[in-house]
């Protein structure tokens, strides 16, 4: 089991627009193809205007099946088309984790 760790930093008053229109339009396609939402967050404390949400695959080619899955849905690439229209996005982290033998996630 892996762990897509995405860390996403917003423009400066973006961000509730953003998650708006994530949550309509986007959320949906990922849930169909991606599986397993860990978490979705804001920052609160720390670095603002950042989204951190984890998704859980099998191993790295279940994590590009699904993704390459995904990027080919007309949905997908209609709220990619939204998604630049807004230019909210200043910044993107990506880190795949690996659980450890004592973990609740494996």
């Given amino acids: 089991m892996i762990i897509d760790h995405r860390t996403y930093t917003m423009h400066l008053s973006k961000l509730p627009k953003w998650l708006k229109l994530y949550e309509e339009h ?3 396609v990922q849930q169909r193809h991606l599986g397993k939402l860990i978490g979705f967050f804001v920052s609160e404390i720390g670095p603002l205007n950042q989204v951190v949400h984890l998704w859980q695959y099998e191993d790295l080619a279940d994590r590009q099946r699904r993704r ?6 007309p949905a997908w690439q209609e709220f990619m088309r939204r998604n630049e229209e807004l230019g909210a996005l200043q910044s993107q982290e990506n880190k795949i984790l690996l659980p450890t033998a004592f973990s609740p996630l494996k």
């Fill in 68 to 73: 390459a899955a995904m990027a080919e849905d």
């Fill in 26 to 28: 986007g959320l949906p």
